[in-house]
Nanobody, 112 residues
């Protein structure tokens, strides 16, 4: 049974940083990453990293966010720097192995 469990969300001031973590279990995944959904908006890609492939970032986070993976531990991380109010969203861990899997999400709020 596949499980993705996120942690690390919270409230941060504009310009601040947060690091999200996702613990994955139940499979070896071909791709892992992060999506987000802001209030009233559709879920959108933040960053994905195929195993052995090229990392893909949304234009809105390039240069500010960095995805990393620890394949041995089946972990994926998202380091978020220079956070903006428009980064406020529920962040979902994503993994793919034949089909898409999602975590339950962790809320990130960027506000002063």
């Amino acid at each position: 049974q596949v499980q993705l469990v996120e942690s690390g969300g919270g409230l941060v001031q504009p310009g601040g940083s947060l690091r999200l973590s996702c613990a994955a279990s139940g499979s070896i995944f071909s791709t892992m990453g992060w999506y987000r959904q802001a209030p009233g908006k559709e879920r959108e890609l933040v960053a994905t990293r195929p195993r052995g492939g090229i990392t893909n970032y949304a234009d809105s986070v390039k240069g500010r966010f960095a995805i990393s993976t620890d394949n041995a531990k089946s972990m994926v991380y998202l380091q978020m720097n220079s956070l903006k109010p428009e980064d406020t969203a529920v962040y979902y861990c994503y993994a793919r192995q034949g089909m898409d899997y999602w975590g339950k999400g962790t809320l990130v709020t960027v506000s002063s």
